[in-house]
């Protein structure tokens, strides 16, 4: 038989917020305004790809991006400028 391979609920978690996005960071902010639900119904954006997103297992498309801070804009009832939810870097 081989090895148990299972693994610490808490190496999981801090492994996934080393990776947590910008956009991340920004959803777990306001994670009481803006819950996964109701952000993806505002996008159509299915949350497993804003889970895909948040942790950097994907890379947004510009349409996802603007979609996305779109409805966030809306949840929050406030102007949410691109650079609060991604890292637009210097033209990389």
Known sequence: MGKCRS???KRDIVELISRE???GAFLRANRKRIPAVVLSKHADVSR???HRLRYRLAEPTLAVMVRLRTAC???LRRHVRMVELFD???GE
């Open 88 to 90: 637009l870097g210097d």
């Open 73 to 75: 804009s809306r949840c």
């Open 7 to 9: 693994r610490c609920p």
């Open 21 to 23: 996005t910008r956009f």
């Open 48 to 50: 497993q790809h804003i």
